[in-house]
Structures are given as C-alpha cells and as structure tokens.
C-alpha cells in the first residue's frame, strides 16, 4: 500500500501583475461556494465591474508583501510546510496542491495515483470549517473520487479545537510575547457573510470554539475576537478587526497583539491586511505598539503530523 498525503491551501496569483490577479480573482471570485448568489446577477457584475478594477486593486496588495527571492508568501511557506511534514512523516510521500491557481487538486491527484499511490489523506489547511474553504475543497475532492474509485481517498475534519493546534497556537503566541506585555490580543479570523451562518454554516461556532480554548490555554492574556477581510456591502461577521483596533486607544489599550489562528500559513491576509494596514489604522489611532504575531507556518507539522494520525 502506497501512502500520500495532500495539504490544501487556498491559492495564490503566480504574480501580481493584472493579468495573473485577473485569472486567480475570477476563478476564486467566480467559486458558487465563495459567493453564493445567482449565477445570472452574479457573473456579470464579476466580469463586467468587480474583476477590471479589483485585480489592479490586489495587485497592488500583493506586492506590498511579494518577495523577489521566494515569490508569494502563502506559497513559500505551504512548500516549507510541506517540505517540514514529510521529513516527520514516514513511508507516506507528502505534497501539497491550491484550490485556485497551481498546482490544482484534481491533477495532484491524478499524477499520485499515476504513481501508484493507492491511499491519499486530504488536509485542507484551514482549522475552521467554511463552505467557502474546506466546503468547496471536499467538492473538488469528491468530484475526483467520483471517477477514479480505484484509489481510496479521506478528507481530513476541521482542527479547530484540536488538542495539538490548541497546544500549538498557545506555544506560537507566548513565544512571540515572550519579552512583551500587551494590554490586549486580537485575536482575527478570517469573515464571512452573516448570511452564510444564519444558513447554517458552522464557521463562526468553530471560531468561537478555537477562541475559547485559546483564552483557557493562555489565562493571563486578555484575548479580543475579531472578524477581518469582509468584502462587499453586506453584513458579515462582528466584530470587525480594523474598526476594533481603531477604538483601543480610545479605551486606553495602546499596547495591543494581533494573532490569526484561521490561517495556517502567512499570507496577504496577515501580512499586508493586518501587518501594514490594520497597524497602521491602530497607530493613527493613538495605539503606541504594535506586534503582529506570525502563523504557525512551518513549525505547525508536528502539530499536522498528530493530527493527521501518521
């Protein structure tokens, strides 16, 4: 029996040039999972308004935080990540595949079970489930299955309230504040439509259950949960992360640390919304100090490693 294991992340652009935004925002943007409404009103506000001024909007983004070394971040550090996990795993091949952009799901696959891999793990790096993320992936994964019955393939649930990714976080954060006493810990998620949770997507449950383990693991922090990243005009998760932070100093919390334990990996969510921006929204606002704490990023696949059960 041959053995792999697939870790998924959400995706990326090859650059930030408009060109590659534009084709990485439209196969994101254009997902029924990531924005549910009717395919006839959506699409044309999608190809027609949203996609010829967004994608020069995100490139500008993107390269805020894009290396000329290493590329995209939440690239670089799925590799490391990959790269960490397999040397921990044994006699399974470990590799990792996007939901939008390279190398797709459906062809990672399939050049495994070329290679004779008959059992394939599935991990969608995100540690909350959303329709939107791990949803959409289970979608991929099970369309694939569908035609090749041959290889036997599991998707593996949501880490949210793990033991291990609880452990780990916990570790992550005292470590980053080792020599630091913030007044307050954001601690942000990724948002999502209030619509979607009222549709019974367990999302903001699984957040919620992450925070709450969190503020058990780490006591003498005085832990804040937020909501960042919404998009369009709709209601969406609260509170949200930017107008929180912007409201501290008014509350005589200048000394604030930001954790965002949705993402498993840094990327433009962490880097450039809450590293540049959501910093200096806080700073603009009277904050005096500021510290982004950083994803677990490679030093995670121990953590993945007990989770996944290998």
Known sequence: MKK????????????????????????????????ELP?????????????????????????????????SPLRHHT?????????????????YAM???????????????????????ILPLY???????VGTTADVVNQWQSKNTHVKTRLIAPYYAHPAYIK???????AALKNQKPQAVVVSFHGIPQRTVRNGDPYQ??????????????????????????FGREAWLQPYTDETLKTLPARAIK?????????????????????????DDFLEAGGKHFTLIPCLNAGGASMLKEITGN
């Not at 960490?84 to 091949?93: D, E, H």
């Not at 840094?266 to 809450?274: A, I, P």
């Open 168 to 174: 780990a976080l916990a570790q992550s954060m005292t």
């Open 127 to 133: 540690p909350q489930y959303a329709g939107a993320t």
């Open 255 to 279: 000394n604030v640390a930001v954790v965002a334990p949705g993402f498993a990996v840094d990327c433009v969510e962490t880097l450039e919304e809450l590293g540049l921006r959501a910093r």
């Open 205 to 230: 449950k699984h957040c919620e259950a992450t925070f709450k383990a969190l503020q058990k693991a780490l006591p003498e922090l005085t832990l804040i949960l937020t909501y960042q990243s919404r």
């Open 79 to 95: 590799q490391q990540l990959t790269k960490a996990l397999g040397q921990k795993l044994k006699g399974t091949k470990t590799v």
């Open 4 to 35: 792999a294991l697939v870790l998924i992340n959400l995706g990326t652009p090859r650059s930030p040039r408009y060109l590659d935004m534009f084709c990485y925002l439209a196969q994101f943007l254009g997902d029924k999972r990531v924005v």
């Open 39 to 71: 395919r006839w009103l959506w699409l044309p506000l999608l190809y027609g308004f949203i996609l010829p001024f967004r994608s020069a909007k995100s490139g500008h983004t993107y390269a805020q935080i894009w290396s000329a070394e290493t590329g």
């Open 99 to 121: 939901r939008y952009g390279k190398p797709r799901i459906g062809s990672t696959l399939s050049q495994l079970a070329a290679q004779g891999y008959t059992h394939i793990d």
